[in-house]
């Protein structure tokens, strides 16, 4: 049984999210949907990223810091992702955005005032973008001024996440203050993007060229990818979604501001599937757990959903994207939504089967010292994720 039923509360409407954002993929695709309304694919970005992404970080956030008022942030994006959808004033669901990752950010800061660390401080700044994104949006920009926004709040909690986790291998302070200077130049690079955007977007382009480098020279994955079973699963998603957001990066910074067309398309769906949707496919099988207290097995028919999505998008892309060929943006873009529905299908499957006793795997040539498990124990749930990792047979699981 779920251990915390109470935090599916939170759960269920980013689902109702992620649901509603793909039958919006479907009708921007001009494909059959089955919910058309006008609505939809106004709110197809804004939908996903902080009603479904942003619900989840927050709600992941709140378990990390364990106090009551800690859930309001997931709450509040939970409740605002609903009344996009709800025949209410758009403005209204926009606002309990804004309201939700302001309470993000206050959660950020009692965990800063917990622990200090670079890692926590790059998430904090994609929290700011997070928080700066929903402004935006608000106030009425277009989802092209937003998208720097968004994908500077995706891209920085990652990283500062993996950050954290890449501290079993020891980087040395030198490749974390090259990670520093990444993140404050990609932070930046957003920030001026509105302003400037033909200097800024080539810039975030570099710098999300030069996150990549870092992530591929450091990230644990380099090692757990010969590892088996869950840790090799983790590794093989996280090295594909490194290689996307390459893609986006090289796009921006050659062609600068992209506002349409193949190139935005590309981008988009280089980051938010490519790069994020992999990232959640990677850690679902632990901090899933971590957050509802259910486990959720791993089984190595995770892998078929995971190669659909990074084949169907690089049908989409190159076929789509670079070759103008309609039939192979529309196949590629609804086996994209195939690829999600499947893995949560599959996630669900595993979850209520329940077993998988000893599928971790064997455990890669290196442990996690002592210390980076001590420093990474304000994010209860990250630790789960970097136990797996390097080949720990006993999860941990936050209370």
Known sequence: ???????????????????????????????????????????????????????????????????WWGFTAPGTTALGAVLLLAPVPLVVGQGLLVAGTGALLAVYA???????????????????LATGSALLWWGGAPVPVVLPWFVGFLVLTIAGERLELARVGRPGSRAERAMGAVAATLFAAVVAAPLWPGVAHPALGAALLGLVAWLVRHDVARRTVRSTGLPRFMAWCLLAGYAWLAVAGATWLLLGPVADG??????????????????????????????????????RAFYGPVVLLHGSLALRVVGGDLRGEQWALQVGGALNIVAVLLFVALAVWSSVRGGGAGRLGRAPRRTAPAAATTSARAAAPAVAAARAEVGSVELETAR
């Open 262 to 299: 193949p190139a935005y398309d590309a981008v988009v769906h280089s980051v938010f599937l490519g790069f994020t949707v992999s990232m959640i496919m990677a850690h679902a099988p632990v901090i899933l757990p971590a957050v509802i207290g259910r486990a959720l097995p791993f089984r």
């Open 110 to 128: 009692a965990l800063w005032r917990r622990q200090e660390s670079l890692a926590l401080g790059v998430q904090v700044l994609g929290a700011v």
């Open 1 to 67: 049984m779920v251990r915390n039923p109470a935090r599916l509360a939170f759960l269920l409407p980013a689902g109702l999210a992620l649901l509603a954002g793909l039958d919006a993929a479907l009708l921007l695709l001009g494909l059959p949907a089955p919910v058309t309304t006008e609505r939809l694919p106004q709110v197809h970005g804004g939908l996903l990223v902080l009603g479904f992404v942003g619900t989840v970080i927050a709600l992941e956030r709140a378990v990390a810091l364990r106090t």
